[in-house]
């Protein structure tokens, strides 16, 4: 089982504040961004690699980590989600007391788990994260429950693949922050009933349709995170890059942020890979046309569609006369899984308006045969 404490970040990690302090000659980064804001302490600074360099002892997911915001002031979108929770977190600090049970649903990528550390940093509580699959018994839950403290979060990813019999501890927990548990077996079986310290229960989900009535009824707050704008993403590209020390145009940033799909973690992966392509190209500086053309090699079009995005359009096409199609006939023709299709690529289709869902099956659109220069049959 996965269990993590997060704690309010107040500077930089003090084992790279040796590396950041150091005055060498101004990095393309350096100079790109200005030397006022680069030659503050290095405490102002996030704990993060060289100026145009990637730490080789950092993995992917510490990069990841290095680069998400702390603060509901360094969260870049979800304007409405953000003014509502500050006011939730506000009157929660005022009264003393846990903040209601919490529900984030939304597309992978949003930000969900990001504002549950953000929650917790702005409370100053522990955080406590797992995830719906490692919760296979009520047991694991109860020891997780029995050991938080007086206002803690416990953040559950993928709340939807939680066990029914687990789901059931959490309701008395919710509710009365009680547990009731059952012990030994048959006539002997005897319920014992345990006082829980006041908490937070902090939920995030990609399918909320998946989530039992009676568990969604007993979230005090429930927020949908929506795909971002591209100039949303050109604000997080522009973010990351300042972070990671990679100097990039507020036109490139915003070529990134048009091709990222509306989410902030693949504006960043792109980032990384176009900061690749510049780098090997001996580019100090990455522009528009340098981003479109390494997100060109990277198959990714003007719009963010990938391979597997053109061929599930063009199969619909060519195959099935632009649908309707059910889903896992579609799935089977592009050799995909049901799964994968359905959360991963068919959202942001839908969002872009190049497919529709039907009472017959999947269908594309007019605009979809115009993006790839297709005649309307």
């Not at 939304?106 to 100053?124: F, H, S």
């Not at 939680?162 to 006539?187: C, N, R, S, T």
Request: hydrophobic residues 40%; aromatic residues 6%.
């Amino acid at each position: 089982m996965f269990l993590a404490q997060a704690r309010p970040v107040q500077g930089a990690n003090p084992d790279r504040l040796d590396i950041m302090a150091q005055k060498s000659s101004p990095s393309p980064a350096a100079r790109f961004f200005g030397n006022d804001d680069w030659d503050a302490p290095a405490e102002q600074h996030a704990p993060v690699p060289a100026a145009g360099t990637e730490d080789p002892g950092l993995s992917t997911a510490a990069l990841e980590e290095s680069v998400r915001p702390r603060s509901l002031d360094d969260f870049i979108g979800q304007e409405e989600l953000r003014a509502n929770l500050r006011v939730y977190l506000g009157a929660a600090r005022e009264r003393g007391g846990a903040l209601d049970h919490t529900l984030f649903y939304g597309n992978p990528g949003l930000g969900k788990t990001t504002l549950a550390q953000i929650m917790a940093a702005e409370l100053g509580v522990n955080l406590v994260c797992t995830s719906g699959p490692v919760l296979e018994r009520s047991g694991d839950l109860a020891a997780i429950l029995t050991n938080l403290s007086r206002n803690d979060i416990l953040f559950v990813d993928e709340i939807h693949r939680m066990p029914i019999a687990v789901e059931e501890v959490l309701y008395p927990a919710m509710e009365d922050f009680k547990l009731d548990l059952v012990i030994g077996q048959g006539p002997a079986a005897r319920t014992v009933k345990i006082d829980l310290e006041p908490f937070t229960l902090v939920g995030a989900t990609t399918r909320m349709g998946l989530i039992s009535a009676p568990l969604r009824g007993r979230f005090g707050i429930l927020s949908q995170l929506e795909f971002y704008t591209p100039a949303e993403l050109a604000r997080v590209v522009l973010r990351t890059a300042h972070i990671l020390g990679i100097a990039v145009t507020p036109d490139g940033a915003e070529e990134i942020g048009r091709r990222s799909r509306g989410t902030p973690r693949i504006a960043n992966r792109l980032l990384r890979r176009v900061r690749d392509f510049a780098m090997m190209g001996g580019h100090d500086v990455i522009t528009a046309e340098q981003a479109a053309e390494a997100l060109r090699r990277m198959d990714v079009d003007e719009i963010g569609l990938d391979r597997m995005d053109r061929r599930l359009l063009e199969v619909m096409i060519t195959h099935y006369d632009g649908g309707p199609v059910g889903l896992k006939t579609l799935a089977v023709a592009c050799s995909e899984e049901v799964r994968t299709i359905e959360e991963i690529y068919e959202p942001y289709l839908i969002q872009c308006g190049l497919l529709k869902r039907t009472p017959r099956g999947r269908m594309v659109t007019a605009k979809a045969y115009r993006h790839l220069n297709l005649l309307l049959r």
